[in-house]
């Protein structure tokens, strides 16, 4: 899942002295619906026991439990900045004795991406709330080979009995006390050699994926009693890598008979055969697995068999999901990993692997039989909805390691995917007509990274760029959108702008991923079409990037070629008036980015400035979000206030004000009075009120984005690196009065009069100040060493951490 975010994120975690304390105000939260997901779904469990409950992990976007009307109930939104690695959830395991219980391992990474050790978080209530066991190592929710499991098992016969499966070459873990407490299993010693890329220097593919799977033998005990036997799958190749202990987990041997050719995916039991199915592939996944194949373990007769669903030129592809089916014991399903053209692949078999029956089957080629009807009705952008026999468009789906059967219900079944939850109530009808339903089940997983937000002054209320999905125009808050941007179509939207004075122009760009070249598209309808812009060159991509207030102009701060300014969609050519900060610094070029002077203004000691915001309607009023605090200038930065009390500030908003005409209302994501957390200052930043609660934390506050309705007082909208889009209203008065600062941090920049709390209004920022030829900048984005300020007779518009632009 996408996670480029995070990783800068870490940087910014530092925490200053308490110097103010802020007052807290309810907010009303909810996420802004994307209805299908949007992300990986590597895990789905039923509970054996208890009718209707059941829950899926995501890489980036927590957990979710499911309810009864097959939507799904996010578990984790209380994670904060503190606790954003919980929202990587690498194992889960629900209890077959205390159906209440449930218990997810999470932690985000097992490289330097998350510098914390994982945890086994622990609930009694079906997740409603969570005690926290940490743990001695990391955990990968969000790392290669997240989709083998589960990793994480509870003892059948004694639910106080746990094992989990660790990564990096940390073995298997138990515990005795409900995970509470965890042991390391010293005498199982075969903890994994695969390992996806040595050479990759970050870590990320270059550590041991380890144990893939915990399996009990509910058959072999009795209730109340630890259960004698357990299998273990762990990822290696080449080698033993299927193991059982018959003494509760004191010894092991490797399982007698295997065939170690590739790693196994999954170990899924059927009590009634007293069979273990075992998928395997060539790779961790979830992105790979050319080559695989499907085992059965006879575990009476100690016989392994070959079921492989196909052969020959028809396996090109691993397999990772496995089902089956408690109420019809010999039946089984499986799924392809990965399956990518011309479509992901699912089998069925009734009679325990001896004949199989595919979800699609070719014809004479080109034609292709599939055995399905399709629904995108909670999520219309996955569409097109209907049955697509296009060659080359999946449509069942991809990185397909979650799959699962209804326990008590042999019609339902779902299965993960790599964009959302697919499944449906008529899977025995596979078996007689052979042609089921299949829908978008993924209602209420909002499992998305929010790479940029805008909330124009007219038209629809709000416009997302997304990794993975592209990025919406979201016409309702309420309502899943109908498509994703198009013409041209990027899996990852980079960052988006509109034109301040003609807000129906939008501007995005796009990561490198489109066929069509070029990575910057525009619209004059608010989103609805769109137009290559044809002045960018091929194959350079991402970065930053701000439109001119009357749409005629785009300044991109490009990841590989840096700032490209084009007028009226020209060729786009380096450099012309910047604008921005480095360091400590503020700058300003009015040559064309020939030469660069700093003004006067400081950041104070600040190393890294992460977003510049200006008010729309005050020339030269700039607020400035960085690693040390939030500064203040009302004269384009020739001088500088430090807000008191901020410590440390993220992204940054402009709202609707509190009084009609008097000052927009300022939040922002920052660390006040010594609490990392999210506020609202209608003052400018004189007093704030804390608008998060202990129920929704957001994750990592430095990962996520920010834009402010300017037509509705109070509203924000927040976009998270993993649960998606969240819009906030106010629902109740504040609850107390700010506490007076105890202490200040100050600029360098000598204040003066002209920097007061509340600017004075020197010009307005409308058409009538701007010529017919907008002078326009850009900042340099990230690492930029040079600068900005607007020139004499400009006014700044900023609309990124990234861009302004003098006007």
Partial sequence: MFNSKIIAALAALAVSPIAQAASAQSYAWNNVKIG?????VPGIVFNPSEKGVAYARTDIGGAY?????????????????????YWGV??????????????????AYTNSFDPNNGQILISTDYGKTFNVSKLSFKVGGNMPGRGMGERLAIDPNSNGILFFGARSGNGLWKSTDFGVTWTKVSSFTNTGTYVPDPTDTSGYNSDIIGISWVTFDQT???????????????????????????????????????NNTFIPHKGVLSPAEKTLYVSYSNGAGPYDGTLGSLYKYNITSGVWTDITPVSGSDLYFGFGGVAVDLQKPGTIMVAALNSWWPDGQIFRSTDSGTTWSPLWAWGDYPEIFKYYSYSDSNAPWIGPNYVDTTLGDTQIGWMMEALVIDPFDSNHWLYGTGETVYG??????????????????????????????????????????????????????????????????????????????????????????????????????YGVTWSQDYGAADNVTGGKVAFSANGDTVLWNSASNGPLVSQYTNAFLNNSIFYGAATSKFYLSTNGAQTFAATAGSLGNSTAPFKVIVNPGVTGDVWVSTDVGLFHSINSGTTFTAISGVTQAWAIALGAPAKTGGYPALFAAANIGGVVGYYRSDDTGATWVQINDAAHGFG?????????????????????????????????????????????????????????????????????????????????????????????????????????QCI
Avoid: M
């Fill in 36 to 40: 299908g997901g949007g992300g990986f």
């Fill in 65 to 85: 439990k499911l309810n009864s009307d097959d939507s799904w109930t996010p578990l984790l939104d209380f994670a904060d900045n503190s606790r954003w690695n």
């Fill in 220 to 258: 072999s005990g009795t209730s109340g009693k630890a259960t004698p036997r357990i299998f273990v799958g762990v990822a290696s190749l080449g080698a033993n890598n299927v193991f059982v202990s018959n003494d509760a987990g004191s010894t092991w041997s490797a399982v007698a008979g295997q």
């Fill in 90 to 107: 690498d194992a889960l395991a629900t209890d077959p004795v205390q159906t209440n219980r449930l218990y997810l391992a999470t932690g």
């Fill in 700 to 804: 990592s506050a430095s990962s996520n984005v920010l834009t402010a309705d300017p037509r509705i007082y109070g509203r924000v909208y927040i976009g998270t690196n993993g649960r998606g889009i969240f819009y906030g209203d106010i629902s109740g008065s504040a609850t107390s009065t700010t506490v007076t600062p105890t202490s200040t941090t100050s600029t360098t920049a000598k204040t003066t009069s002209t920097t007061s709390t509340t600017p004075t209004t020197t010009s307005k920022t409308t058409t009538t100040t701007k010529s017919s030829t907008p002078t326009t900048t850009s900042n340099g984005g990230s690492g930029w060493t040079g600068p900005t300020a607007c020139a004499s007779g400009s006014t700044c518009q900023v609309s990124n951490p990234f861009y302004s």
């Fill in 424 to 525: 449906g109530h008529d899977l025995l009808t596979w078996d007689t007509v052979h042609n089921v339903t299949i829908q978008s089940l993924a209602n209420g997983i909002e499992e998305t990274s929010i790479q940029g937000l805008i909330s124009p002054p007219s038209g629809p209320s709000l416009l997302s760029a997304v990794g993975d999905v592209g990025g919406f125009v979201h016409n309702s808050l309420t309502t899943a959108p109908s498509t994703e941007f198009t013409n041209p179509t990027w899996s990852t939207t980079a960052n988006i702008d509109f034109a301040g004075n003609q807000p129906s122009n939008i501007v995005r760009i796009g990561t490198g991923d489109s066929s069509q070249g070029k990575q910057v598209a525009i619209s004059t309808d």
